[in-house]
């Protein structure tokens, strides 16, 4: 191994200002004050491993550790995953004992740190291609630019879809058909605007609803659902706006999964909508709730996850 391309605690704090989304990365974590800390190392696990669709997300849009009400426990699974990327990190940085400090420092380590847990969480690296964990500083860049490429190649597909809507929408606008003032004459039909701008929940609030549902997003789908029953917003459980929220995408109902499938779109693609999550009546379950932009009164209420 070359000198230069040894794993140090400063490059570790370089390339999680480098490649972390500022949006969702704990900016105390990677403090310069905090010269011998686990903080950049396991921002960089959660850049590395997190979808993109939640880069945009505060927390990533994680429940807290060990409380995850999720299906399956996913975002424990995910936390589980960051640490040990963070510990074999800090271990080839020369580092090892900051391993444990992360342990004992991170709430609810207690309740992830099974055997159970352990295998899900190397199982999803080994899906990625990070296990075993990169050990230079090379390596551990590729990884990096890798997760950019795909950060930006989904940013240009959601920008594609949005101009798709945008054309469906102004193709299908009547032309004019004034009549000429010096005659019975009528002037010629107007070209379709050629406006690319992406739409606003303006636009999407006046679609028609026999809209061609094939290059409608889940997202749009949902926007002129509520738009049209009156409803605020959406959550799990929402059995008959879930449904036809389904119907207007064209997705295939098939039963609860149906549900689930439209709730999973929605979070990795939101749109317009604000995700937040929610307490669920006397179940006591958070549960994922998305509401409309010019609705401020909603109940829910933004619940990040406590992360160390």
């Excluded at 230069?4 to 989304?21: E, F, M, V």
């Excluded at 000429?180 to 406006?195: E, I, Y």
């Amino acid at each position: 191994m070359k000198r230069g391309d040894r794993i140090t605690l400063d490059k570790l704090r370089r390339l999680a200002l480098r490649w972390c989304p500022p949006e969702a990365r704990w900016d105390s974590l990677i403090a310069r004050t905090r010269r011998r800390s686990w903080g950049p190392a396991h921002e960089l696990g959660h850049a590395l491993i997190e979808p993109v669709e939640r880069w945009s997300m505060p927390d990533y849009g994680r429940c807290s550790t060990g409380f995850c009400r999720c299906v399956g426990g996913e975002c424990d699974v995910v936390e589980r995953a960051a640490m040990l990327i963070s510990s074999r990190l800090v271990a080839y940085a020369g580092y090892p004992d900051l391993a444990i400090d992360e342990r004992t420092s991170t709430d609810g380590y207690d309740l992830i740190a099974s055997p159970y847990y352990e295998r899900r969480a190397k199982r999803m690296l080994v899906k990625l291609g990070l296990w075993p964990v990169p050990y230079t500083m090379s390596r551990l860049t590729s990884a990096l630019a890798r997760r950019e490429t795909l950060a930006r190649q989904h940013d240009r597909r959601d920008t594609a879809h949005e101009l798709d809507i945008t054309n469906a929408t102004l193709a299908r606008q009547p032309a004019s058909r004034d009549t000429h003032p010096g005659g019975s004459k009528t002037l010629a039909r107007q070209p379709a605007s050629r406006d690319r701008s992406p739409p606003t929940s303006r636009s999407l609030g006046s679609l028609p609803a026999d809209a061609n549902t094939k290059c409608i997003r889940t997202c749009d789908a949902a926007v002129l659902v509520l738009r049209e029953t009156g409803n605020p917003a959406v959550m799990w459980g929402d059995t008959h706006l879930l449904h036809e929220i389904a119907k207007r995408a064209g997705l295939k109902i098939n039963g609860w999964k149906t549900e689930r499938q439209v709730l999973n779109n929605l979070t990795r693609c939101p749109g317009i909508l604000i995700p937040k999550h929610t307490i669920c009546g006397g179940h006591e379950r958070l549960v994922r709730i998305f509401r409309l932009p010019d609705d401020e009164n909603m109940p829910g209420d933004n619940m990040p996850g406590v992360r160390p």
